[in-house]
């Protein structure tokens, strides 16, 4: 029957007579088409010619089809198809404009195409048996009135009609890492706002939505992964195809897509809070997910919520993402490539999570809006790469804790606006960097790597530093005395290296330090004693090292005097009476030297935060001040160690009342010294 009915309408084609066809046999019909590669194509043929390729190409359709629609069911479709085909033939004489044919999606996305997709479903994909509804064919002397876009302010709203919702709130300032990392990030102008592509929408109705979605998925994702639901891509995809047409015919489609995608990439189920997620609402009400005016996503926080899994690259649909922050999670894999297309991308946090791979892959160096990109406490490794320097927006590089390799390329230079570079606990080598000294760097913290060769000189001239930190590593040389010029820096500490000289004088003009720590190195000379300007030193650590001379009686004029090491030096002369003076002194470390005379008493209101207080191996004499015993009795003092031990000690001192621990130093065996200076180390870390 389909067939004779397709005989019929050519036959009728050609019979056809218009009156004025002898007027029109020369006028020939531009139609324009768009080919398989997206091009408008024009074709310029008479009306006859384009009759007969609309059969014949029917023809083909039907022969090719047929024996499917007939299984299926699906003639009564066809036959409908059939019915309408005169209709079709009327055809307009006059061309058609660009609007008539495409019209642009808001944003200059790609262009509308109402009515059926863009490319030819698989056999495998269900049919519609839904009778076609065939556009109207305008009369040419009519004028044509433009289709109904979404960027059109008169068109109707397609989809549901989306909430706004308050902005989530940014996690909590995280306590600081025993690295002196800040708390929370520093406050980073907010780029303008990215628009991103949208998802071409149409009308969808139930029986177009399973080849809607295929068809826009398949742009992203590989089809075997979309049909296998074992995969997270194949459980988002069964996901959406139970969706509501008006979650799925949407602009945020594919925004809907990759956030699911990554719910089971992630293990949402296992989430500490998964609230609105994989719900009936617009996914900007999921939880952590904030968006632009309510519709695409500008940000997505998920800290500390029992993530785990590998992030999948679908993660590149979400390209409005200024803001990524996956801290103190179980995430694992690497770095996925998709981040790569996350191009308004200004802060990534993946810190103190299980990533291996490349600590810097080209994915992240090609994110050239990125302020801060923090990775630490994770087992990323690899090299850093010469093209670090192409981002030049980054304020925040923090890497420590990784097994990252190599050399710091000079390029780190070229980071101009970078203010904090934690590189700590990895296992970098080579020298440290001279074209730091070009950076307005707040902070540097490069502790326990094997960096060699001296601190470049370049350094002690960025005046803006407050945090330097270059401890366990195999540093050599002195100290300049323009390192006087870092009047704001509060932490310095070049601990367990091989820095020798002289500590210069100018460290006076360093009022600023809270931290200053140059212990376990080879330097000589004495102290200078220049600390009366300090207002706010906590933590004075000179043990292990060959300076002498007297301890100098400024650094117990600092109110704020917390820790005070000075074991295992050649310091000589007396305990000035003054050591008492700090009220808050807890640990006061004088052991291991060549202090002569007796131990000053003290007056009541005295070292009452004293925990710690060791004296052994010195050339002290007399008897131990009872003010300081009272402290033992009235449980303030925990360790009180002398040279008590023997038939006649140095100092006379009640075990264990008073003193809790006596040593006898001519007769000390080296495994009791060692025992002594390991508990001594513990104690000043505990």
Same mark, same amino acid.
């Given at each position: ?10 036959s009728? =084609?050609?019979?056809?007579e ?6 029109r ?6 139609r324009?088409?768009?080919? #398989? ?8 043929k ?5 009759g007969?390729?609309y ?6 359709? =039907? #022969? ?8 299926r *069911? ?10 309408m %085909?005169?209709? +079709?033939m ?11 044919i ?6 200059n996305?790609p262009?509308?195409?109402? *009515?059926?997709p863009?490319? !030819?479903?698989?056999?495998?994909m269900?049919?519609?048996?839904k009778?076609?509804?065939?556009p ?13 876009t979404?960027s ?12 706004t919702?308050e902005?989530i ?11 002196? #990392?800040?708390?929370e990030a ?9 628009? *991103? ?6 009308p969808?109705i ?5 080849i ?14 979309? %049909?296998? !639901? ?19 015919c949407t ?19 296992t ?10 609402? /617009? ?16 940000s ?5 919520n ?7 690259d679908?993660i590149?649909v ?6 990524l @922050?996956?801290?103190?999670?179980s995430?694992?894999?690497t770095?996925?490539?998709? %981040? ?6 200004t802060?990534? @946090?993946?810190? /103190?999570?299980?990533?291996?791979g /490349? ?11 990125l302020?801060s990109?923090?990775i630490?406490?994770?087992q990323? $490794? ?5 093209q670090?320097s192409?981002l030049r927006?980054?304020k925040e ?6 097994k ?12 101009r606006?970078?203010?904090t ?6 296992d970098?080598?080579g020298k ?7 950076i307005?760097?707040?902070g540097?913290?490069?502790?326990d790597?094997?960096?060699l ?8 001239n960025?005046?803006s530093?407050?945090?330097?930190r ?5 540093? =050599?040389?002195n ?20 820095l020798?000289? /002289?500590?210069?004088? +100018? ?8 931290n ?8 000589n ?7 009366e300007?300090?207002?706010q030193?906590?933590?004075?650590d000179?043990?292990?090292?060959? %300076?002498?001379? $007297? ?19 050649a ?11 700090p ?6 470390y004088l052991?291991?030297n ?6 000053p008493?003290?007056v009541? *209101? ?25 402290l033992?009795s009235?449980?303030i003092?925990d @360790?009180?160690w002398? @040279? ?7 100092i006379?001192c009640?075990?264990?009342e ?17 025992k002594?200076?390991?508990k ?6 505990a």
């Amino acid at each position: 029957m389909t067939i004779h009915a397709l005989f019929f309408c050519s036959s009728a =084609v050609a019979s056809s007579e218009d009156p004025n066809r002898n007027n029109r046999s020369n006028i020939r019909t531009v139609r324009k088409r768009i080919d #398989e590669y997206g091009e408008i194509m024009n074709e310029d043929k008479n009306d006859v010619e384009i009759g007969r390729q609309y059969l014949e190409s029917l023809w083909d359709s =039907v #022969e090719k089809k047929h024996d499917r629609k007939l299984q299926r *069911g699906r003639m009564p479709y066809l036959e409908s198809m059939m019915s309408m %085909l005169p209709m +079709s033939m009327s055809l307009q004489t006059t061309a058609p404009t660009k609007q008539n044919i495409l019209t642009k999606g808001p944003n200059n996305s790609p262009p509308v195409i109402p *009515g059926r997709p863009t490319q !030819v479903p698989s056999e495998n994909m269900p049919i519609a048996t839904k009778t076609p509804t065939l556009p109207t064919i305008a009369d040419p002397a009519k004028p044509t009135a433009e289709p109904l876009t979404p960027s059109s302010p008169t068109a109707p709203p397609i989809g549901p009609t989306l909430p706004t919702r308050e902005p989530i709130p940014t996690k909590a300032p995280i306590p600081a890492p025993s690295t002196g #990392e800040p708390a929370e990030a520093p406050t980073t102008p907010i780029p303008p706002t990215a628009t *991103g592509p949208l998802t071409p929408t149409r009308p969808c109705i139930e029986a177009e939505k399973e080849i809607f979605l295929l068809e826009v998925l398949l742009q992203t994702t590989e089809k075997s992964k979309l %049909l296998d !639901v074992d995969t997270p891509q194949g459980m988002a995809y069964s996901f959406l195809l139970e969706e509501e047409p008006s979650f799925v015919c949407t602009q945020t489609l594919l925004q809907r897509y990759g956030l699911t995608t990554f719910y089971f990439a992630m293990g949402g189920t296992t989430w500490t809070n998964s609230g609105g997620w994989l719900g009936h609402t /617009q996914e900007c009400d999921w939880y952590g997910v904030n968006c632009n005016d309510g519709i695409l996503s500008t940000s997505l926080n998920l800290a500390v919520n029992n993530l785990s899994g590998m992030i999948p690259d679908e993660i590149s649909v979400l390209s409005t993402l200024q803001k990524l @922050d996956l801290f103190f999670n179980s995430i694992t894999g690497t770095l996925p490539d998709g %981040l790569a297309d996350l191009e308004s991308l200004t802060a990534l @946090d993946l810190q /103190q999570n299980l990533l291996v791979g /490349q600590a810097f892959p080209i994915s992240v160096t090609s994110l050239s809006q990125l302020v801060s990109y923090r990775i630490s406490n994770n087992q990323l $490794s690899g090299e850093i790469p010469t093209q670090i320097s192409s981002l030049r927006n980054l304020k925040e590089l923090w890497a420590g804790d990784n097994k990252i390799l190599g050399s710091i390329p000079s390029e780190i230079g070229d980071l101009r606006d970078i203010k904090t570079i934690y590189f700590d606990n990895n296992d970098l080598t080579g020298k440290v960097p001279s074209e730091l000294g070009l950076i307005t760097l707040e902070g540097l913290v490069m502790n326990d790597n094997n960096f060699l060769g001296t601190i470049p000189s370049q350094l002690f001239n960025v005046a803006s530093l407050n945090t330097i930190r270059l401890d366990g590593n195999f540093l =050599v040389g002195n100290l300049p005395d323009s390192i006087g010029q870092l009047t704001d820096l509060e932490n310095f500490r070049v601990e367990h290296n091989n820095l020798s000289g /002289q500590i210069p004088e +100018s460290i006076g003009f360093m009022t600023s330090l809270v931290n200053l720590r140059l212990n376990d190195n080879f330097w000589n000379g004495t102290v200078p004693d220049v600390f009366e300007n300090y207002k706010q030193l906590d933590f004075f650590d000179i043990s292990n090292s060959n %300076l002498a001379g $007297s301890i100098p009686k400024s650094i117990f004029s600092i109110p704020t005097l917390r820790l005070a090491y000075m074991s295992n030096c050649a310091l000589g002369g007396t305990i000035p009476s003054e050591y008492a003076d700090p009220p808050d002194l807890r640990d006061l470390y004088l052991d291991g030297n060549k202090f002569t005379g007796v131990i000053p008493p003290i007056v009541p *209101g005295q070292l009452e935060k004293l925990s710690e207080f060791l004296l052994q191996d010195n050339n002290i004499s007399g008897a131990m001040p009872e003010s300081i015993c009272s402290l033992r009795s009235d449980f303030i003092l925990d @360790d009180l160690w002398t @040279d008590c031990s023997g038939e006649s000690p140095e100092i006379e001192c009640d075990f264990p009342e008073c003193c809790n621990r006596c040593f006898e130093t001519e007769t000390l065996s080296p495994t009791r010294k060692k025992k002594r200076e390991l508990k001594a180390e513990h104690l000043k870390y505990a």
